[in-house]
């Protein structure tokens, strides 16, 4: 038996397989002396399909998750066409000649770090939502369709940490709760593990491996323990 030990976001005591969450490859390339024009009506369009699919996720939650949640959705959509953003995004494709997808995710990581900076708590957290955004408009970009769980028998998704878009969007008949390596109680995933009543542990670290997929585990969401096949005296 292997215990391991994070902090419990969402309540409740579920057993099932550990399953990592399987994200598309992105190869992201800089590129050298790209047209910065081509690339700026590249970022135009991913950024209106990006809106696109926020507004539709708002709809959605709206409709299962509570207000709450669709105001995010309406909140990233925003940021989509924050002008400070795209204007440092125009800035990198004007001056450093590089593809969109690079620009986008340079500006992501500069406005997320700026938060995760910050002293608030609940400002750190949305360093994840930043990330969030650029992940969709680079995706978008890239013509990449978001990842899910391939799975036949509901699963306790673990990984490195879940960005709400990628949350709201999994066949939540397939999730007996969420195991992530980073995240905290403040994050948006778990405000949303808590409103769709699914069990979640977070802040689990290295000590939550990719190799241990498959293998059974017991996960409380208050405690925030996860037991890997556990001995009977802890069943």
Known sequence: ???????????????????????????????????????????AQAQAATIAQLEALSAACRESSGEEMAILFETHAMFVEDEDFVCQIHEALDTERCTAEYAVQAAGESFAAMF????DAYMQARAADIRDVARRIVNNLMGIVEGGIDSEEPVILAADDLAPSETIQLDKSKILGFATQGGSANSHTAI?????????????????????????????????????????LTL
């Open 192 to 232: 949303l593990a808590r409103t769709m009543g699914i069990p979640a542990v977070c802040g689990l670290g290295t000590s939550l491996k990719p190799e241990f997929s498959g293998r059974v585990a017991y996960m409380d969401g208050e405690t925030g323990a996860i037991f890997l096949e556990p001995d009977e």
């Open 116 to 119: 995760a900076a910050m002293d």
């Open 1 to 43: 038996m292997l215990m391991l030990q994070g902090k419990g976001v969402s309540k409740g005591v579920v057993k099932g397989p550990l399953y990592f969450f399987r994200r598309p490859d992105t190869t992201i390339v800089k590129g050298d002396n790209c047209d910065a024009a081509w690339e700026k009506q590249r970022l």
